[in-house]
């Protein structure tokens, strides 16, 4: 049996743990609040733009303008979305998995760095990576967004596909490749939104009127749009990542306190073994002298 | 027959309200909506946006979007948007001055950059402007 000195140690250590574990589990818990109500607070937004894209869709002819058209894949484009700090359970691991599984030429762009230091360490093609703080604004999505946009216009990647972990609910978060573009046809893609958001079908269906055009508002509605909708799966990754966090750091709080009651016990038991061990010994010096 | 507007941008839903009429800043000027209108959908520009309800208007500062209009339903799609009373003069002030000075200060800015600078300036011009219509 261990000796008390050794088990008080690892009490103390055990104890530690448990309250900055603890401390993390609360910290998570704060900022997965706020991350879920952005969330929540885009989706009026998300779900109206769904509706005009909706509305616009079949008036504007397809493959005219260059998000739409649909070319024969060489190099797929990846955006991996993961979070900057572990320790939030099998978040990174889950997503790696999906990249792990690609086996077509493609080049990556990361946001997070658990993501960038996967792909260096993989040696896959990083064309850049990018860190967004956890209260993510509009305009950090906006740099690598434009980024991977442009080299899809350019012909060096031929999709824009997004890897998340799209948020469920607190407890489940899937990794999910989510393709964006091409845009193959407008239609699939609102579709594809309205499962998501759940948004009301278009019902006027009488001729409708564009200012300036219906061309010209498309040019203007598709690459807001894409901005917005990356916006928003990243924002739903860091609610997930804050999720994970938080239910890791449960598991880690309640596992160091069942840990810390065993070794209680432990101790305990080992101080009364030297107790009793101390009155047998007593007890015999005092027969022997007598 | 009352209209029914709702303005969204992507932090919250700004406006949600019946009312009896709205004017829209337009890319092409601005344009008036009514009850039983055609259905349109139009690019809004920087601009003020008046409401009419009840014989009072209120206004409210709007940044670029998108506005959709079918039969008795207007809504608007902006970046911002803020009612007049909630527009703090002193603060959009001050933030638009020191947008202006980033702008001037620096000559090679990373175009993102600038261009949020310049929407920037252009969304506290247009709050300004209707803080300050009734004086």
Same mark, same amino acid.
């Given at each position: 049996?261990?000796?008390?000195?050794?088990?008080?140690?690892?009490?103390?250590?055990?104890?530690?743990?448990?309250?900055?574990?603890?401390?993390?589990?609360? @910290?998570?818990?704060?900022?997965?609040?706020?991350?879920?109500?952005?969330?929540?607070? %885009?989706?009026?937004?998300?779900?109206?733009?769904?509706?005009?894209?909706?509305?616009?869709?079949?008036?504007?002819?397809?493959?005219?303008?260059?998000?739409?058209?649909?070319?024969? @894949?060489?190099?797929?484009?990846?955006?991996?979305?993961?979070?900057?700090?572990?320790?939030?359970?099998?978040?990174?691991?889950?997503? /790696?998995?999906?990249?792990?599984?690609?086996?077509?030429?493609?080049?990556?762009?990361?946001? %997070?760095?658990?993501?960038?230091?996967?792909?260096?360490?993989?040696?896959?093609?990083?064309?850049?990576?990018?860190?967004?703080?956890?209260?993510?604004?509009?305009?950090?999505?906006?740099?690598?967004?434009?980024?991977?946009?442009?080299? /899809?216009?350019?012909?060096?990647?031929?999709?824009?596909?997004?890897?998340?972990?799209?948020?469920?609910?607190?407890?489940?978060?899937?990794?999910?490749?989510?393709?964006?573009?091409?845009?193959?046809?407008?239609?699939?893609? @609102?579709?594809?939104?309205?499962?998501?958001?759940?948004?009301?079908?278009?019902?006027?269906?009488?001729?409708?009127?564009?200012?300036?055009?219906?061309?010209?508002?498309?040019?203007?509605?598709?690459?807001?749009? @894409?901005?917005?909708?990356?916006?928003?799966?990243?924002?739903?990754?860091?609610?997930?990542?804050?999720?994970?966090?938080?239910?890791?750091?449960?598991?880690?709080?309640?596992?160091?306190?069942?840990?810390?009651?065993?070794?209680?016990?432990?101790?305990?038991?080992?101080?009364?073994?030297?107790?009793?061990?101390?009155?047998?010994?007593?007890?015999?010096?005092?027969?022997?002298?007598? | 027959? #009352?209209?029914?507007?709702?303005?969204?941008?992507?932090?919250?839903?700004?406006?949600?309200?019946?009312?009896?009429?709205?004017?829209? #800043?337009?890319?092409?000027?601005?344009?008036?909506?009514?009850?039983?209108?055609?259905?349109?959908?139009?690019?809004?520009?920087?601009?003020?946006?008046? +409401?009419?309800?009840?014989?009072?208007?209120?206004?409210?500062?709007?940044?670029?979007?998108?506005?959709?209009?079918?039969?008795?339903?207007?809504?608007?799609?902006?970046?911002?948007?803020?009612?007049?009373?909630?527009?703090?003069?002193?603060?959009?002030?001050?933030?638009?001055?020191?947008?202006?000075?980033?702008?001037?200060?620096?000559?090679?800015?990373?175009?993102?950059?600038?261009?949020?600078?310049?929407?920037?300036?252009?969304?506290?011009? +247009?709050?300004?402007?209707?803080? *300050? *219509?009734? *004086?």
């Amino acid at each position: 049996m261990a000796s008390t000195r050794d088990i008080r140690r690892r009490i103390k250590s055990v104890k530690n743990t448990r309250q900055i574990t603890k401390a993390m589990e609360l @910290v998570a818990a704060s900022k997965m609040k706020k991350a879920q109500s952005v969330a929540l607070a %885009g989706r009026p937004y998300a779900q109206l733009m769904a509706d005009m894209l909706a509305a616009l869709a079949p008036r504007v002819s397809e493959a005219q303008h260059p998000l739409l058209v649909q070319r024969e @894949v060489k190099v797929r484009g990846i955006l991996l979305v993961t979070t900057d700090k572990g320790l939030c359970g099998p978040l990174n691991a889950n997503l /790696f998995k999906l990249v792990t599984e690609i086996k077509t030429p493609a080049k990556y762009v990361a946001i %997070g760095r658990k993501g960038t230091q996967f792909l260096a360490r993989t040696k896959r093609d990083v064309l850049a990576d990018f860190t967004v703080s956890d209260r993510v604004g509009f305009n950090e999505v906006k740099a690598p967004v434009e980024f991977m946009v442009k080299l /899809f216009l350019e012909g060096t990647i031929d999709t824009v596909e997004v890897i998340y972990p799209r948020f469920k609910n607190t407890l489940i978060q899937e990794a999910l490749v989510r393709p964006v573009l091409p845009l193959t046809t407008v239609k699939d893609f @609102v579709s594809h939104l309205r499962a998501d958001y759940g948004g009301v079908q278009f019902k006027d269906d009488r001729d409708m009127l564009f200012e300036p055009d219906a061309d010209a508002v498309l040019a203007a509605l598709l690459p807001f749009y @894409v901005n917005r909708y990356i916006y928003q799966l990243v924002v739903s990754a860091k609610a997930s990542e804050q999720s994970a966090r938080m239910v890791a750091m449960k598991t880690a709080k309640d596992n160091a306190t069942k840990l810390l009651g065993d070794l209680t016990l432990e101790y305990n038991k080992a101080r009364q073994a030297g107790i009793t061990q101390e009155i047998l010994e007593i007890a015999a010096a005092s027969f022997s002298s007598s | 027959m #009352p209209l029914t507007l709702e303005i969204v941008t992507p932090e919250a839903k700004v406006y949600s309200d019946t009312i009896d009429s709205v004017v829209i #800043p337009t890319v092409e000027g601005e344009i008036g909506i009514l009850p039983g209108h055609i259905p349109l959908l139009t690019q809004v520009a920087f601009g003020e946006l008046r +409401v009419t309800k009840g014989g009072t208007t209120h206004f409210l500062a709007v940044s670029g979007g998108f506005a959709q209009v079918d039969d008795l339903n207007v809504r608007v799609l902006a970046e911002h948007a803020i009612t007049e009373e909630k527009i703090d003069e002193n603060a959009v002030e001050a933030a638009m001055k020191r947008a202006e000075q980033e702008l001037k200060a620096s000559k090679d800015m990373d175009p993102q950059q600038y261009e949020h600078l310049q929407s920037m300036v252009r969304y506290s011009g +247009v709050q300004l402007a209707v803080k *300050r *219509r009734k *004086r």
